[in-house]
């Protein structure tokens, strides 16, 4: 079941492309690290982001075809 916390912001993330995308995650990243527990469930953000962050790399560009 999808946390209603962090379901709009990973909607928001999935329409992002590859260099934002990367960005995004690894400032979050560096932010849990630094500060940890700081932004709420913001380990289940990470694991989303990290998922978009995947797909994105797996999918070709609309130009390679």
């Known amino acids: 079941m999808p946390n209603p916390i962090t379901r709009p912001l990973l909607r ?16 979050l990243f560096v932010a849990d690290l630094l500060v940890p527990d700081v932004i709420p469930f913001v380990d289940e953000i990470l694991l989303g982001l990290g998922t978009l962050l995947l797909a994105n790399l797996k999918q070709p560009s609309s130009g390679d075809r």
Do not use: C, M, Q, S
Request: cysteine-free; glycine content about 6%; hydrophobic content about 60%.
């Open 12 to 27: 928001w993330a999935g329409r992002l492309r590859f260099p934002r995308l990367a960005l995004l995650t690894a400032a």
